[in-house]
């Protein structure tokens, strides 16, 4: 069984493990301490954290270009935008390291991983889109909430 | 991996005799595909949850708030302690898993038992850790009004902790007169339409409006969430009012028609994610108990690799992989 051939160094190549092993172990210790940033902030929720980190660009067409490309961080809440990129970190070492996507051919980890971060994202953005509108509906006045 | 494929695929054809497309066997390959498409299945789950999210994002129930249980600990407020734990439980159970992948290249059949072995059992604590958070969030801690508009109002005090004045709940069983009830429970023997209705709450609105007038340290707290990122509390005059005028039925705990944290919907999706990953584990725990006795029965000693192994460590991380999200999007955003 020599042909399972591990890669073993993650960051990469920054931390190099010596065996397969080990790098699980590694791996572990990684997911667990960014659980731990995770549940620490979600804890104590830092004052500076609970707004956006950047305010929107006012003006013409180019601010609006502006406030869409920086979205992210105009929107969303800086403490939200952490959780979700520490998320997706450890999303990815899960499925690299754990399901071993790391050692798959190209092809294979494109077919996955592309399809399913295009088709997310799209879903993502249509049915958040749709949200915000029709609260802007229930909060312009058109729909009442107590009566 | 030229030696995986030989046994387990049709002979003779293209997938059965060594030729494999992206260097990977027809049993993960598939298993891939499923993954593929079950997280299409949960991430339209989470869509619509941030669907409803947004639709209602003033309203929305703070998961904080929410979710303060720990086992054993009573009457304490730990938010996130739980979930942090199980969130870990299902990471180490993972870890098990790949060792046990791990053991399975090097054929080595007693490490791949211990470690299958160490895997079931994490993925039973987690189960019964979510049956457990299932039952607290359905039972409800403090009760609520719910008013005509479908609205929850929730009763607390400000009490003065370190200095500062902090809105607390207040159960309430603890304030409600509990005045003697006109309204009896109809059966299906008596009426002239013989269908029977649920249990009658325990208290009526005019109960609790008797206790709030009683209690005049007693305010309501609105679904509002304010610019604070904290729910609306009423002035003691808007609270009376508020009760009076829009009460409509005292709730306690949660189900799929109303809770008393909020937004109905919020317990509905709740249930149904955390339901529908919760049978994901169940299914994985009982694949893994499968695959747990084919090994110690030597099956896949005799086929000489442990690929089987592998593909429901596949399956498995891809259990915890969905929970790291679930665990963001219901707790921690």
């Known amino acids: 069984m020599a042909d399972h051939a591990h890669k073993l160094e993650i960051f990469r190549g920054l931390i190099k493990f010596k065996s397969n092993t080990q790098k699980i172990w590694g791996v572990l210790l990684l997911l667990s301490i960014i659980t731990a940033v995770e549940v620490v902030l979600g804890i104590y929720k830092p004052e500076i954290l609970m707004g956006p980190s950047m305010t929107p660009f006012e003006g013409g067409v180019g601010a609006t270009l502006l406030n869409i490309t920086f979205a992210a961080f105009i929107y969303t809440k800086s403490l939200n935008l952490i959780f979700i990129v520490l998320t997706i970190i450890k999303a990815y070492y899960i499925t690299w390291d754990f399901m071993h996507m790391r050692d798959e051919t190209k092809s294979l980890r494109r077919f996955v991983v592309w399809t399913a971060v295009f088709l997310i994202c799209y879903l993502i953005f249509i049915l958040l889109q749709e949200g915000g509108y029709i609260e802007s509906v229930y909060s312009q006045g058109h729909v009442k909430r107590d009566f | ?263 109905p919907l919020f317990a509905d999706f709740f249930f149904f994610i955390t339901g529908f990953h919760g049978f994901h584990v169940l299914s994985g725990v009982v694949i893994n108990i499968i695959i747990f006795f084919n090994v110690i029965i030597g099956t896949y000693e005799r086929r000489k690799n442990y690929e089987m192994v592998e593909k429901v460590g596949l399956y498995w991380h891809f259990v915890d992989l969905v929970w790291v999200f679930v665990f963001t999007f219901f707790y921690l955003v």
């Open chain 2, 1 to 263: 991996m030229e030696s995986t494929a030989i046994s387990t695929g049709p002979e003779g054809t293209t997938w059965g005799g060594g030729n494999q497309p992206l260097k990977s066997s027809y049993g993960k390959m598939m298993m891939w595909f499923f993954i593929v498409s079950d997280a299409l299945t949960f991430s339209g789950f989470l869509a619509a949850y941030g669907f409803s999210r947004f639709k209602f994002i003033d309203y929305w129930p703070i998961a904080d708030e929410v979710f303060t249980h720990v086992p054993f600990l009573h009457g304490q407020e730990l938010p996130m302690i739980y979930v942090a734990f199980m969130t870990f439980v299902l990471i180490m159970s993972s870890v098990t898993m790949v060792l046990a992948v791990d053991a399975g290249h090097q054929m080595k059949k007693n490490k791949v038992i211990w470690y299958m072995f160490f895997t079931i059992i994490g993925g039973a604590i987690f189960v019964g850790s979510q049956a457990w958070e299932w039952a607290t969030f359905i039972q409800g801690d403090y009760g609520a009004v719910q008013t005509k508009g479908g609205n929850i109002l929730q009763f607390g005090t400000y009490k003065s902790i370190e200095g500062e004045a902090v809105f607390k709940r207040i159960p309430v069983e603890e304030f409600a007169v509990a005045a003697s009830s006109e309204r009896t429970q109809h059966e299906s023997k008596s009426g002239v339409w013989f269908t029977a209705e649920g249990s009658l709450p325990a208290y009526t609105v005019n109960d609790v409006y008797l206790g709030l007038v009683a209690n005049p340290n007693i305010l309501v707290c609105t679904q509002t969430i304010n610019a604070k990122g904290e729910k609306t509390v009423l002035s003691r005059d808007e609270s009376l009012l508020q009760l009076k005028m829009n009460g409509r039925r005292y709730v306690k705990g949660a189900n799929l028609e109303v809770n008393e944290y909020g937004a």
